[in-house]
């Protein structure tokens, strides 16, 4: 698991993502889902990549530790890492600023997707950059609110 003291010294809100390994079969995403389902987690961001034989579920949940423990139990193969989480108030009108703001600060976005809950009331983007210190910097100082786990798992 990252090192939340580091992460909060820095003043960066954590969002955990979890990367799961899967076969390219029908039903495993289905399977994953259920596993956290059943311990009460929630799915609260989802990107899918796949290939010819193995698919890259990228995750976001409302309780990072139970799904660790989870995969830990169940032998599911998966990485973690810190995201950068921002609000964006006004929408999708608002994804040029975010991305010039990056920009401008030559910050490397490896990927992104969209929540599928509207953390209070407001369209999220989940970002995983190359340094989350500077994106978080640059994205607080264009008056980007930055959520935390925290704002998520509500």
């Avoid at 992104?112 to 995983?128: M, Q, V």
Wanted: with cysteine; net charge negative.
């Amino acid at each position: 698991m990252p090192d939340s003291e580091t992460t909060e010294k820095a003043g960066a809100p954590r969002v955990t993502q979890f990367s799961v390994f899967l076969p390219n079969k029908v039903g495993a995403l289905m399977d994953v889902v259920r596993l956290l389902n059943e311990r009460g987690v929630d799915v609260l961001a989802l990107a899918v990549q796949d290939s010819a034989d193995t698919a890259i579920v990228r995750i976001v949940v409302s309780d990072p530790e139970t799904v660790e423990e989870a995969f830990m139990e169940t032998g599911t193969p998966a990485s973690i890492c810190d995201l950068v989480v921002v609000e964006l108030k006004e929408g999708a009108s608002e994804l040029g600023r975010l991305l010039h703001a990056l920009l401008a600060a030559e910050c490397n976005i490896f990927g992104s997707y969209a929540l599928l809950t509207r953390p209070r009331g407001k369209a999220a983007l989940a970002l995983h950059v190359e340094d989350n210190d500077v994106a978080v910097a640059v994205l607080k100082q264009e008056g980007f609110p930055i959520l935390g786990q925290e704002d998520l798992s509500r």
